[in-house]
């Protein structure tokens, strides 16, 4: 009975002191690259976002999205121009962890459970 309660002891501590680093106020603004694997192939996606605009530069074109945030860790974006319907659909994203640089992230479209993960790179 002992064993039992030490180690739900060591199992409560361990869940809650555990706290990955999020200094999300870091990353509110600035310059951001992304790679993903799409049809097999490594591409890279360039951001630039300030507190209520982001404009993302993929293949040479750029798209604009409105910024909602909910906290200094979570935001709605919103395409301005959206060219299908998917497009006009916003995406909630949860930035999970923070390194100096870089950010980890998930996002889903806004009332879907499916979650997809990332991480981000600040370059200036």
Avoid at 19 to 38: I, W
Avoid at 71 to 84: A, F, M, Q
Wanted: contains cysteine.
């Amino acid at each position: 009975m002992r064993h039992l309660i030490l180690l739900t002891s060591l199992s409560l501590c361990l869940a809650s002191c555990y706290n990955p680093e999020r200094e999300c106020k870091d990353f509110k603004t600035g310059k951001f690259e992304f790679e993903t694997y799409l049809d097999g192939d490594l591409v890279k996606t360039t951001f630039i976002r300030n507190d209520s605009i982001e404009i993302e530069i993929y293949e040479n074109k750029k798209d604009t999205a409105s910024i909602r945030w909910i906290n200094d860790c979570e935001y709605v974006l919103k395409s301005l121009n959206p060219k299908n319907m998917a497009e006009e659909k916003p995406i909630h994203m949860k930035i999970l962890s923070t390194s100096k640089n870089s950010y980890t992230f998930e996002y889903s479209i806004v009332g879907k459970d499916k979650k997809q993960k990332g991480r981000v790179t600040k370059v200036n």
